[in-house]
């Protein structure tokens, strides 16, 4: 599954995020309550409101909504790059995650310490990527001198690796992340970047934790971490991790009543977690029958066989075809038999990308 590990600097409200998260209805949506893998690991459901569509046209009788998970990262301090504190462990849990989730405190209250006593969530922001930069580049500045000298002796490999290298380096060299890079890379060059597995690569969300007045609107703490984001190819989320420890608590009915009071349409979580799920640059797609209807995660661009394989890896390697509707056709048209009469269903081979939202019906060998 994929991974999004949630850090920051201590007392900013990790935790009360992560339990607020790991606690909530969408958490423990269908039969797949909140599951505990490893302490401080939880799964989502991702909320998804095509999946009542589809599955009340299909007529089936359960509903599965796709899963992420949030690893809760602690352990972060000034110095993590050189072994202090937690340092290696954490920074150890971040190559693990397929994507970060940066929680910043943008809220004011004298009775919790601040590491640094003061409200500045950029500042906050810097230190923590400081020590991830730090550790790039000292494990990027060892490979990439062996990976020199191996491009000098015409080994093809390293000359293709190199200049991704150089180019990651000199970022970091320049105090920047690497995924500054990121925008309009070529997919060979992401995939080489991936092979590094540096921790200033992966995909980063801001998550603004602000004080219960100001959910709704942010306020100029907000408004710098957001040009921040912009600048560095990342995304923000503003949220009060408070109001979330309260909404987890309650009943649906009253849950939409206590947003409404609050001026917010929808809890923070489900911003957060579609967020998560937009970083990753994942898709999902939909099996619908009598028993039931369900979502699946796949990466953007990933193949009919590459998706069957999430179901079930003897439906990947024995893959004919995927008979599939697009999502827009299935509801308008009210279903599979109506999508075929219409000609919408179409027969789709191993090339076939999947598209966000398709309804697929697998054949294979067995
Ligand atoms: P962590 O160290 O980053 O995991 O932070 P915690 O989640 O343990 O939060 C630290 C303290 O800040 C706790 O006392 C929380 O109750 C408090 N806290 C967290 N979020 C908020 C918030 O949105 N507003 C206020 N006023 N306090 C918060």
């Known amino acids: 599954g994929f991974k999004c590990g949630i850090v920051g600097l201590p007392n900013v409200g990790k935790s009360t995020l992560f339990n607020a998260l790991t606690r909530t209805a969408a958490a423990q949506a269908a039969n797949y309550p909140f599951c505990t893998i490893e302490p ?6 991702v909320p998804d409101p095509r999946l009542t569509r589809i599955a009340a046209i299909a007529g089936s009788k359960e509903i599965i909504p796709t899963r992420i998970s949030f690893v809760d990262i602690a352990g972060l301090v000034r110095g993590a790059s ?20 940066h929680v910043l405190r943008c809220f004011e209250d004298d009775d919790i310490t601040h590491v640094d006593g003061r409200i500045d969530p950029v500042a906050d922001a810097e230190t923590v990527e400081t020590e991830l930069m730090l550790a790039d580049l000292e494990s990027l500045e060892r490979r990439a001198e062996q990976t020199r000298k191996r491009a000098t002796g015409k080994d093809k490999e390293a000359m293709t690796i190199l200049p991704v290298m150089e180019e990651a380096l000199s970022l970091l060299k320049d105090g920047q992340p690497v995924r500054k890079m990121l925008k309009g890379i070529a ?15 992966k995909p980063v969300l801001y998550v603004c934790n602000v004080a219960e007045d100001e959910a709704a609107t942010g306020n100029e703490q907000t408004a710098r971490v957001a040009a921040m984001a912009a600048d560095q190819n990342a995304e923000t989320v503003v949220i009060s991790a408070a109001i979330e420890a309260e909404v987890s608590q309650l009943a649906d009915e009253e849950q939409a009543e206590f947003l409404e009071s609050l001026g917010l349409e929808e809890p923070g979580l489900d911003r957060l977690i579609r967020s998560g799920y937009l970083l990753l640059e ?17 990466r953007r661009g990933t193949k009919a066989p590459g998706a069957a394989g999430v179901i079930h890896t003897d439906f990947e390697r024995g893959f004919i075809r995927a008979q599939t509707i697009a999502y827009e056709d299935y509801v308008t048209l009210g279903g599979e038999v109506p999508a075929k009469e219409a000609g919408k269903a179409r027969d789709e081979g191993k090339e076939y990308v999947v598209q966000d939202g398709d309804i697929l019906l697998f054949k294979f060998n067995t």
């Open 82 to 101: 050189k072994g202090e504190g937690l340092g290696n462990q954490f920074l150890a849990n971040i190559r693990e995650v397929d994507a970060v989730v």
């Open 187 to 201: 997919a060979e060059d992401r995939k080489i970047l991936d092979g590094l597995n540096l921790l200033t690569s």
């Open 282 to 298: 994942l898709i999902t797609y939909f099996t619908a029958g009598p028993k039931e209807t369900r979502a699946w995660t796949v």
């Open 40 to 45: 401080n690991t939880g799964e989502v459901a």
